[in-house]
């Protein structure tokens, strides 16, 4: 179990919380277990049954959780590319 410190804004009467770098917002695994799911799937172009048995020692969820980390990470992934490429390019003043 980790605790998760939570503070209680006084003027909007919400609570904030600050998350661990190792987890996610809304999302109950550590980073390691997703990002296992996310490698064994898109790297390995393993099946749903391969990504389950390879994951399955890890402490991964059911395929339809893993679904549902993997079509995240596939709608996401062209803007994190686009943002990562930026940045390069802002390295190497003779980069595209």
Same mark, same amino acid.
């Given at each position: 179990? +980790?605790?998760?410190?939570? $503070?209680?804004? @006084?003027?909007? *009467? *919400?609570?904030?919380? &600050?998350? =661990?770098?190792?987890?996610? /917002?809304?999302?109950?695994? %550590? &980073? *390691? &277990?997703? @990002?296992? %799911? ?5 790297? /390995? @172009? @393993? /099946?749903? #049954?391969? &990504?389950?048995?390879?994951? #399955?020692? *890890?402490?991964? =969820?059911? +395929? ?7 079509? /995240?990470? #596939?709608?996401?992934? =062209?803007? $994190? ?16």
């Amino acid at each position: 179990m +980790v605790r998760i410190k939570r $503070w209680l804004c @006084k003027l909007c *009467r *919400r609570t904030i919380s &600050v998350l =661990p770098d190792f987890l996610f /917002s809304f999302r109950q695994y %550590v &980073v *390691r &277990v997703i @990002k296992a %799911v996310i490698e064994e799937r898109f790297a /390995s @172009k @393993k /099946s749903w #049954a391969g &990504v389950e048995g390879e994951c #399955a020692c *890890r402490g991964a =969820p059911a +395929v339809r959780t893993m679904q549902r980390w993997c079509a /995240s990470y #596939a709608e996401k992934a =062209p803007c $994190w590319l686009g943002a990562a490429q930026e940045t390069l390019a802002q390295q190497d003043s003779n980069s595209a």
